[in-house]
């Protein structure tokens, strides 16, 4: 049972990987391959706990800190992987020629960083005022969702006013993709799915935002991005 499946999801993210990483750059490719590969490894129990972020072992005296590198490959399903791909596919297609391959390195990193912090505190401050050690030792940080979130703000920063869909009540445009995934993952969350995705997706939003407003780096020497179409509440 489980050797067909593995087949047909191997193949699935062959094509998937050529068809979109055709001539990208080798941080596109080496992203994607990380993503791949820990999908893979997290059908190991014991690995993916090991890989991905566990508030109660980051921290002194366990200090995991090699979670905070290997986490953001650890995806324990192939639907999350596939979104994550056509992600970092878009980021090779939109942001990767503005940016630079370094840019959007040094991008992923800060942001998969900070979710990961900001998120052990969270949850230790969930556990200071409820006292529940699951908050400490069954929690898993895990996944691209906050780089999902950063991608979104950095679209919605370069192509704000782009439609998405057209409908009688409005159109839908990059600029509101954010909010929206926003509010759809703690949908998620309150109907039993996707407990860790609320906090890594607002942490990745909020950091990403901060990033691109003030301290992003550009090839003119300025930094940030001071526009008002680029405000926090637009």
Known sequence: MASPMFRKNSVYFREQFEAVFH???????????????????????????????????????????????????????????????????LCGKLLEPLWGAMEMLIFFILITTCVAVSSTFVYLFIYMCTFNIEYLFFVHIHGLVGYVAGVSVAVRQVMPDHILLTSPVGKFRNKHVPVSVFFLVIVLSLVGLRSVYPCMFGTGFLFSWIYLRFYQRHSNGSRGDMADNFTFAR
């Open 23 to 89: 001539n990208s750059s080798v941080v596109v490719k080496s992203i994607c391959l990380a993503v791949i590969v820990g999908y893979f490894i997290s059908f190991s129990t014991s690995a993916f706990g090991v890989l991905s972020v566990t508030p109660g072992y980051i921290m002194p005296p366990h200090f995991w800190v090699w979670s905070l590198i290997t986490y953001p490959f650890m995806e324990i399903h192939f639907w999350d992987v596939a979104i994550d791909i056509m992600v970092i596919g």
